[in-house]
């Protein structure tokens, strides 16, 4: 997941499968390489958030994207 947006409404969330890791001294130490589909992949690269992302093991994207349209709404 990543938030983004003036008043952090915006968001990208996807569903992977993490295949790789890395170890570069120069990079972020949490370094993975994640396999998304396309759409996602595309939606990522055209739409930008900031230069982080959250991730989570398991399937979580259903329920991020219900609890952010329940925080969007209040």
Known sequence: ???GGVELNERWIAQGQI???GDD???CRTQVTVELDDR???DLLDHPLGNHLAL???H???RLERW???AIAS
């Open 68 to 70: 952010m349209n329940l």
């Open 25 to 27: 001294p120069h990079l």
């Open 56 to 58: 989570a093991t398991g």
């Open 19 to 21: 295949i790789g890791n």
């Open 1 to 3: 997941i990543r938030i």
């Open 40 to 42: 996602a992949v595309t």
């Open 60 to 62: 979580h994207a259903e």
